[in-house]
């Protein structure tokens, strides 16, 4: 596609419930980013992906946020047992190489958890 | 205190006016970027510095690497520049470390 797209671009849950999201990379872009943003607050980086391997996942702020890539092209982040502190928008993001060079964000999703 | 700071964090300005935003940071980079969101949330990548100064129609980018500083320069602003600009660097790997972003509204 054009662009980076990701889905669902709205998402409300429930406390306790898991949510899957998705994000499609430009095509031919090796890397794959993964950031946070909470109301009010910055970015915060999740994990990043070379191919379909993680290199960097050092963001992941607990053991109920997982990833993964498959095909270099789709990824799903995962959810577990979504609390209240998870709500924020998630962004997702490619580039070319993974080398430092400009990053295209996609739209994001809003994450609601009640 | 964050790796990365920007100034001011917010920033209210007249059309046409000459505007600077400033980014410091603590720690050895490969890179600096600047991105631009806008009020429905979009994030656009504006410049990736190494050193030097780029320039695309409008805006400027400057960094210092010796004096861990960047700027960001919109000359002739217009309200169609409002929106918040973040400060990201690459210190190591390819993860970046964001700055808390600089609101700046351009009135008419």
């Known amino acids: 596609g054009a662009g980076v797209s990701q889905s669902p671009s709205n998402k409300v849950t429930e406390k306790g419930k898991d949510v899957e999201l998705r994000c499609d990379p430009i095509?031919?872009?090796?890397?794959l980013y993964w950031y946070r943003q909470r109301l009010g607050q910055g970015l915060e980086f999740l994990i990043y992906f070379q191919g379909n391997s993680a290199p960097d996942k050092s963001g992941l702020p607990s053991d109920r946020f997982s990833a993964e890539r498959t095909g270099e092209s789709v990824s799903t982040l995962t959810i577990q047992r979504t609390q209240q502190e998870d709500s924020a928008v998630y962004l997702c993001a490619s580039s070319l190489n993974g080398g430092g060079e400009t990053q295209y964000f996609g739209p994001g999703t809003r994450l609601l958890v009640l | 205190k964050n790796e990365v700071e920007q100034s001011p964090q917010n920033l209210t300005a007249q059309e046409g006016e000459f505007i600077t935003i400033n980014c410091s940071y603590s720690v050895g980079i490969s890179a600096l970027h600047w991105l631009q969101q806008h009020p429905g949330g979009g994030i656009v990548s504006l410049f990736m510095?190494?050193?030097g100064k780029k320039k695309h129609g409008r805006l400027i980018a400057t960094i210092n690497i010796q004096e861990k500083h960047s700027s960001l320069h919109i000359t002739a602003s217009h309200p169609r520049d409002s929106a918040v600009y973040i400060c990201?660097?690459?210190?190591?790997?390819?993860?970046?470390?964001f700055g808390e972003g600089t609101q700046l509204t351009v009135n008419p």
């Open positions: 510095l190494s050193s």
């Open positions: 095509s031919g872009h090796t890397a």
């Open positions: 990201a660097v690459r210190s190591g790997g390819s993860r970046l470390t």
